[in-house]
């Protein structure tokens, strides 16, 4: 009897002791019977006034931020594109099509005030092909923004929104910028409105795309999806760089590495002025064409490095020819800064007003000389035409109105083997009935069947073109050849 009770007291003992631990180990149970005594630290263990430069550099990134956040915007973009639906046996037996599936894609990006008429500079990347932009401010309001022009080459667009009391940002002088500067890069990465992050310049004259002819800032600013088309500012609140893109490694992701690229706010500002006053870009001209210099020609040509750009042949009748430049001459200086390469010079040239007065410092056979002369207009790029040129438009609806074609540069040709021929769509505007369907770096191959192999034979057939006519278009689009039909 006494042996049954120890065992059923036990037991008991057992449950109560199991149930209590399970209610003091449960979530949000502590195990804490009484209350504890609590002394907080009620001063820092440094003295403010020891801490003065920091305090006030810490004031002062606010200060600035406050002031300039107000005239960085975000954008949207967005465009209808059709989805083929798949053909079933059914389907094709009796010949019957379905009509293609419509489905809205939108882009996101960011962009900055810089004029008080409303304009606004962002990248040619964040609205290529789209049919949609909105602009969001910083106070809320939402604008339907009017595409003004792009430039694919510089990656720059030119938007404009209708809205009162906005303050636009000034531009600094991004040759003035050097490494190790302080910069803040502010935009909407991944949708996250007035991010602003703080970093250093890393480099300059980095050239952050292929076949790219411009030369960017490198910043160790964090620069994510959406930060594209902000600004990169520098300690006075001034545009030193449009935020472009990122290195994201080998691996084809997203992801920021440290590693952000920003098109210089001169190159900028030049094509937002050209945009604006002529409706497209003027570049400058000397007419000139170099090669890099490999260590056998710099020995040639008595050069003590590979720095430069040698000359192989000067344009007749262009301003470097009046001014004396010859062939196997070494260009080694522009308006008194070293010109590395080609592509270097090719950029200090862009850079330049129609108009202006350059210097180069060449070596001719060793010896050391400086010439001067005007940049000119590129010949034949007036209103008549140019390399890029926009196609007619009229009062029917033209299936390619708003499209700017462009002669199949030597690499990509080289890149797509002998029996790829065409002209690239060198820019496709919001408006155009084939946005959506071919974008900014296709190859045009055909139209109607017709073979297109240089901008001449395209517009020929374009101009063949009545108003309202279907197309049927051949490109290539990396490595793949498409058909697309525009009504």
Not at 91 to 100: M, S, T
Not at 296 to 303: C, D, G, K, N, S
Not at 320 to 347: H, M, Q, S, Y
Request: with cysteine.
């Amino acid at each position: 009897m006494r042996r049954s009770f120890f065992l059923f007291l036990l037991a008991a003992l057992l449950v109560f002791g199991g149930y209590r631990y399970y209610q003091l180990s449960r979530p949000g149970q502590g195990l804490r019977t009484m209350p504890q005594h609590y002394t907080p630290a009620v001063r820092p263990k440094l003295d403010p006034k020891e801490m003065q430069v920091l305090a006030a550099l810490d004031s002062e990134y606010s200060r600035l931020i406050n002031s300039v956040v107000p005239s960085v915007v975000s954008i949207t973009s967005s465009r209808i594109v059709e989805l083929q639906q798949p053909l079933n046996p059914i389907e094709i037996f009796f010949n019957i099509r379905r009509a293609p599936r419509q489905q809205e894609q939108s882009s996101l990006g960011s962009g900055v005030i810089v004029s008080r008429e409303g304009h606004i500079l962002t990248n040619n990347h964040v609205i290529a092909g789209m049919q949609r932009i909105q602009v969001q401010l910083t106070d809320g309001r939402v604008e339907p923004a009017q595409l003004i022009g792009t430039d694919a080459a510089t990656d720059i667009a030119v938007l404009k929104i209708e809205a009162r009391n906005i303050e636009p940002l000034p531009f600094g002088d991004s040759d003035g910028v050097r490494a190790g500067q302080i910069v803040f890069a502010i935009g909407n990465p991944f949708g996250l409105q007035e991010t602003v992050t703080q970093g250093i310049v890393s480099a300059k004259g980095r050239r952050a795309i292929a076949d790219s002819g411009v030369e960017c800032i490198q910043t160790d600013a964090a620069v994510n999806p959406g930060n594209s088309g902000g600004p990169l500012l520098n300690i006075r609140g001034e545009i030193v760089g449009i935020n472009s893109s990122i290195y994201t490694g080998q691996e084809k992701g997203e992801a920021w590495l440290g590693i952000s690229f920003a098109i210089p706010s001169n190159t900028a500002r030049r094509t937002l002025e050209s945009l604006l006053k002529s409706g497209r870009v003027i570049r400058g001209y000397l007419g000139v064409r170099t090669a890099a210099l490999k260590p056998e020609i710099a020995r040639l040509l008595q050069v003590p490095d590979t720095a430069g750009a040698a000359v192989v042949d000067v344009d007749p009748g262009s301003p470097l020819e009046k001014a004396g430049l010859k062939p196997e001459d070494v260009i080694r200086t522009f308006n008194g800064r070293a010109v590395a390469d080609p592509l270097a010079l090719t950029t200090r040239i862009a850079e330049q007003e129609i108009g202006a007065k350059v210097e180069l410092g060449i070596l001719r056979r060793g010896r050391e000389m400086k010439i001067s002369t005007e940049i000119a207009e590129i010949p034949g790029e007036g209103a008549a035409g140019s390399a890029a040129r926009p196609l007619r438009s009229s009062g029917e609806p033209f299936a390619l109105a708003g499209v700017q074609v462009a002669e199949m540069p030597t690499k990509l040709r080289d890149a797509l083997g002998p029996d790829v021929r065409g002209v690239v769509a060198a820019q496709v505007a919001a408006t155009s009935p084939v946005a959506g369907k071919i974008a900014a770096g296709d190859l045009i191959e055909g139209i109607n069947r017709r073979a297109v192999r240089s901008v001449a034979e395209y517009e020929a057939v374009v101009q063949s073109l009545a108003g309202g006519d279907q197309v049927l278009l051949q490109i290539v689009r990396g490595r793949t050849r498409l058909m697309v039909v525009v009504p």
